[in-house]
């Protein structure tokens, strides 16, 4: 055993020295930082020119930089190829093919902020919350944005298999999906009873604002509609200008509805209420959950601060970063987070989210527990499929959108109504215990 273990150490020995035996350059004490941070890089950029065991293009390591550059910034700031900067140009009209999730990475884990409703990634019975502990049997752990999306996207029909760790479960689960075209239609509309319209957006993208509009129209505006359930519950966000429009819609004339601020002066943007245009004033309830993120938060806050509607559900996500998209001379493009958003309150609700006026996490959970002793029972394929075309504007089986209902049906004023529901504040001697 002493044998051994001399000989591995002698080995280390040597392998160490090593990695010191190349030449390298003194910096001169006169260069600026930024020079002799260029110049640190294009030295080691030589020495694996020169040493490493493979050949590497400078492409390659070049690119290899700049994803390791942008990945150390936050999850959401990536560098984009060629073949990805179109993807994004196609993903923003509703249509690419995949799986239909939205994802972020929480506390370094992959994580879905919400399966696209319709999509098979919703079919398959992914919710909001679940950790991605594998894709293809590869483990994600340091995995980026960028290479866990495309690993998830793919040709249609072709298959994949994400390894799944929810709350409740007690050991991993593989789902094997198969990919599909996205058509993702951002508004879907339901008449529940006359003048009580349903309408639930997906997300947001480039004709959300104008659909809506049109689906209130055909309901009669403020001539027939009494009050409207909008629907954000597991809308992982999209384009904040749309966020902007529909909020447009309901609040004020030239009301701030959001504002982004940033480290750079042109970053504070204030988006207003136009001056024309329809501001509607019938009742509103938003609903929400922890699969609503970024601009379904935007929608849901200007509402929310302006006691413009009543907000029904469970805390959502709490992603208040902006990303702005710069194409890049080659076709290649950047993600770069460039400010934050805040509501008109100046409520930053990164990682906190939007607080419901009214919390049904008690009503919500006992329905999941209930729908998952449902979907365990055996069941044919027929019934199945029947299943997941099921309204989703079905107050007997949806707590959150019954409460939301009987509000929109009282003469209780919002403000009197977040008053009644109103949770009464945490005892100092508590709220220190928590600490």
């Known amino acids: 055993m002493k044998i051994t273990t001399s000989f591995r150490s002698a080995v280390l020995i040597l392998v160490t020295v090593s990695f010191f035996v ?13 020079y002799k941070e260029l110049r640190l890089f294009r030295m080691v950029m030589q020495l694996v020119q020169k040493n490493y065991v493979k050949d590497v ?10 994803t390791g550059m942008l990945q150390s910034l936050d999850p959401h700031s990536s560098y984009m190829t060629e073949e990805m ?24 884990v992959l994580t879905i902020i919400s399966p696209i409703e319709d999509t098979p990634a919703f079919k398959a019975g992914l919710k909001p919350g679940d950790k991605i502990i594998k894709i293809d ?18 040709p249609k029909d072709s298959k994949v298999t994400l390894t799944i760790m929810r ?61 409207l359930v909008l629907d954000l519950r597991n809308n992982p966000g999209g384009l904040l200008d749309q966020a902007w429009k529909v909020s447009n819609l309901f609040v004020d004339r030239n009301a701030l509805i959001v504002y982004t601020d940033g480290r750079a002066k042109d970053q504070r943007m204030d988006f207003r209420a136009t001056k024309s245009g329809k501001h509607y004033k019938f009742k509103i309830a938003v609903l929400i959950n922890k699969g609503s993120a970024s601009a379904s938060e ?21 992603k208040a970063s902006v990303q702005t998209i710069i194409p890049l001379g080659n076709g290649s493009g950047l993600r770069l987070t460039t400010a934050y958003y805040y509501t008109p309150k100046g409520r930053h609700i990164q990682k906190t989210g939007i607080h419901p006026d009214v919390d049904l996490e008690q009503e919500v959970t006992k329905q999941e527990e209930a ?15 029947d299943r997941y075309l099921r309204s989703k504007a079905d107050p007997e089986h949806d707590p959150v959108l ?23 504040p945490i005892p100092e001697t508590a709220a220190l215990n928590e600490k």
């Open 167 to 227: 709350e409740g479960f007690k050991k991993f689960k593989d789902f094997e999906i198969s990919r599909a075209k996205i058509h993702v239609k951002s508004v879907k509309k339901e008449l529940i009873e006359p003048g009580y319209p349903y309408v639930r957006i997906a997300n947001f993208q480039e004709t959300t604002e104008t659909d809506l509009a049109d689906a209130i129209k055909d309901y009669g505006e403020d001539d027939k509609i009494k009050g």
């Open 57 to 66: 293009s400078d492409k390659d390591l070049i690119q290899g930089a700049i």
């Open 85 to 108: 900067f179109k993807e994004l140009q196609v993903e923003t009209k509703g249509e690419f093919e995949g799986l239909g999730i939205e994802i972020t990475l929480e506390n370094g």
């Open 298 to 318: 935007i929608v849901a806050g200007a509402l929310q601060d302006y006691d413009r509607a009543v907000v029904f559900g469970t805390k959502s996500f709490g």
């Open 137 to 154: 049997g590869e483990p994600t752990k340091n995995i980026t944005l960028v290479k866990a999306v495309k690993k998830m996207r793919g």
């Open 402 to 424: 019954k409460k939301a209902l009987e509000w929109l049906k009282s003469d209780i004023a919002v403000k009197q109504y977040k008053l009644d529901n109103q949770k009464p």
């Open 371 to 385: 729908d998952l002793e449902e979907e365990s029972k055996p069941i044919d394929q027929k019934k199945r499929k």
């Open 22 to 34: 190349l030449p390298v350059h003194a910096f001169s004490a006169d260069e600026s930082p930024d």
